[in-house]
């Protein structure tokens, strides 16, 4: 059993930057491929980024590859992502999810999913 709790979230100005965490609890946490989701009101739930449990291989959506960077630490159970040059399109609320199937994850079928945490960005 893996929970994840999101902060990090917050209001900034058009081309700030935010650095969101999630901890996971669970002794089996870096065994899980981790995620970031994120969905804008109106709008389907959508794929951000993805870090194997492994190597920490990444991968990322195209909208926001280059200017957002996820990262893990296992020795504190947490995942970050990092934020930088918001958009005023990155607005929505983004959840932590965790894998063991890596396919899976990226679909958006994962094992476990945060409660999210809200990212506003003001033009």
């Known amino acids: 059993q893996v929970q994840l709790v999101e902060s990090g979230g917050g209001l900034v100005q058009a081309g700030g930057s935010l650095r969101l965490s999630c901890a996971a609890s669970?002794?089996?946490?870096?065994?899980?491929?981790m995620g970031w989701f994120r969905q804008a009101p109106g709008k389907e739930r959508e794929f951000v980024a993805a870090?194997?449990?492994?190597?920490?291989?990444?991968l990322y959506a195209d909208s926001i590859k280059g200017r957002f960077t996820i990262s893990r630490d296992n020795a504190k159970n947490t995942v970050y992502l990092q934020m930088n040059s918001l958009q005023a399109e990155d607005t929505a609320v983004y959840y932590c999810?965790?894998?063991?199937?890596?396919?899976?994850?990226?679909?958006?079928?994962?094992?476990?999913w945060g409660q999210g945490t809200q990212v506003t960005v003001s033009s």
């Open positions: 999810a965790a894998g063991r199937i890596l396919n899976n994850l990226y679909a958006g079928h994962s094992d476990y």
């Open positions: 669970g002794r089996t946490f870096s065994s899980y491929h």
């Open positions: 870090i194997t449990w492994s190597r920490g291989s990444t």
